[in-house]
């Protein structure tokens, strides 16, 4: 499938961006290095971190990850160091200013979307939250 960009920007902290509906030098979403050192461990050379937001959780919208192979036309692509993350069109406008990160904690490890300004709240899982009105 080939993959239609209008933009392809280089930012200063080696990132790569493909997005549509953005051509400025700042991401809309920016990777942390222990994601960047995670993901180049979980997935295989052709998998990338899928990151999507959908209704539901404790706070009424919650975060999603997965490692998909397709690079949809509408996604938006964030690569740095060699390992891509993938936001669709739609996620993107709920996730815009936020930083993809992966924490360790005693009793689990995941990745994350910290920061988000479009968040008002989220709950104690990290996972969930409501949009700012």
Not at 46 to 57: A, I
Not at 62 to 81: A, G, M, P, R, W
Not at 102 to 121: K, M
């Amino acid at each position: 499938m080939a993959l239609r960009v209008s933009s392809l920007v280089r930012c200063s902290l080696v990132t790569t961006l493909r997005c549509r509906q953005f051509s400025s030098a700042t991401p809309p979403v920016t990777l942390t290095e222990q994601c960047v050192v995670h993901l180049k461990k979980m997935a295989s050379d052709n998998e990338h971190l899928r990151v999507s937001v959908d209704g539901g959780g404790c706070s009424g919208w919650q975060y999603k990850f997965s490692l998909d192979s397709t690079i949809n036309e509408d996604d938006c692509v964030i690569e740095q160091e060699g390992v891509k993350v993938l936001v669709d069109t739609v996620s993107l406008d709920v996730m815009k200013g936020s930083k993809i990160d992966y924490q360790q904690e005693l009793i689990r490890s995941a990745f994350v979307v910290a920061d988000n300004p479009q968040a008002e709240q989220g709950c104690s899982c990290g996972v969930s939250f409501s949009l700012r009105i």
